[in-house]
């Protein structure tokens, strides 16, 4: 009998993730953790777990893993690394330790996985962490990711759910890595289009949170499977609304012709259906809908940031060589929690 090509690439990343309403379905019958150290747990929607060991250090931890969204191997792995590195940033912590998590078919090329790890480890290295171990299983298909580890000030922790009326709404990176990746997989995205994309995903937040870090920033989280108006949602929680500018939101050029083209993801979908009766949409394209619905794999920060200091903030992303921007505001609770026009 034949035996089964293993595919590498099947579509991944954070596209892989569970749709944010089936999620919080299961999270909401969890017992609350009453623990007064515990200063950031899942009962919010924050990135990490933030838990206080003295009055000058707490830790940060998160995971995260998912399939293959590119067919190179070592890419994956500084992808990957990279995604699972950020959620540190979105806090506004430091990288300390990683541990490896591999799923991993036995009948696959061990060289493939000895090139996964190491564009993980080349990440993490970047990051100033130290790659520590990591746990291996054999599975059907291939999964890699981190455990990290981060240290914090108790006091300079970036919820995600502390904006202001009136804070400025600052996009690190550029929408519509999910699009582009999807209509790469379908030999329709041009090398242009998927050099940014995967220039976008291998790119640390570090270097985003450590500047933002310099300024009034009130809430912060990185823009991952749950898609841009998800995450935004989240930060706003029931207290404020948000205006987002249309014409200032990076993402990468091709997308609305991909978009045409119906090269979209179940996961933008099901972003779409979890939170389209809180936003308003004036005067948009169907293909900006779903490129703020696009699931994103190590996406940029959204950070809520005085709007005094907003203006220096960009000055010095946009020396980091991605495209950001200033891309709307925080305002008074209204009707809809967000409208883009």
């Known amino acids: 009998m034949k035996q089964e ?3 590498f690439c099947k579509g ?5 993730k569970l749709g944010p309403g089936a999620l919080a379905r299961v999270l909401d019958k969890l017992p609350k953790v009453k623990d007064p150290n ?3 747990g899942y009962e919010g929607s924050d990135d990490a777990a933030v838990y206080r060991l003295g009055p000058d250090l707490a830790i940060v931890q998160t995971l995260d893993f998912f ?4 067919e190179d191997p070592y890419t994956f792995g500084q992808i990957a690394a990279a995604n699972a590195l950020s959620d540190i940033y979105a806090m506004g912590g430091d990288v300390k330790t990683a541990l490896n998590i591999v799923c991993f078919p036995e009948a696959m090329d061990l060289n493939i996985l000895g090139k996964i790890l190491l564009g993980g480890s080349e990440k993490v290295h970047e990051a100033g962490g130290v790659l520590a171990g990591g746990h291996s299983i054999a599975d059907s298909d291939v999964k890699y990711g981190l455990s990290v580890t981060g240290t914090i000030h108790p006091d300079h922790v970036f919820a995600n759910s ?3 009326e009136g804070d400025a709404l600052i996009l690190t990176k550029p929408l519509g890595v999910g699009i582009v ?3 790469s997989r379908m030999k329709a995205a041009s090398k242009e289009a998927m ?3 995967v220039k976008s995903m291998t790119t640390l937040n570090k270097y985003a949170s450590e500047i933002v870090r310099k300024y009034r920033v ?3 989280t990185d823009v991952t499977g749950f898609g841009f108006l998800v995450h935004l949602c989240e930060m706003l929680e029931e207290n404020y609304s948000a205006v987002i500018y249309k014409d200032s939101i990076p993402f990468i050029p091709e997308c609305p012709d991909y978009v045409e083209e119906f090269y979209l993801t179940a996961a933008g979908q099901r972003n779409r259906n979890h939170v389209e009766a809180k936003v308003e949409f004036v005067d948009c394209s169907f293909a900006l809908e779903e490129i703020l619905y696009d699931a994103q794999t190590s996406g940029g920060l959204l950070v809520s940031m005085d709007k005094e200091d907003a203006k220096k903030a960009i000055e010095e992303l946009k020396a980091l060589g991605l495209p950001c921007a200033i891309v709307g505001e925080v305002t008074a609770k209204r009707e809809k929690a967000v409208t883009v026009r």
């Not at 399939?67 to 590119?70: E, L, R």
């Open 67 to 70: 399939p293959p969204m590119v």
């Open 162 to 164: 502390g904006c202001r």
């Open 12 to 16: 991944g990343g954070c596209t892989a």
């Open 38 to 40: 515990l200063l950031i």
């Open 181 to 183: 990746c999807t209509a």
């Open 5 to 7: 090509e293993i595919v």
């Open 195 to 197: 050099d940014l994309a």
């Open 218 to 220: 009130h809430g912060c």
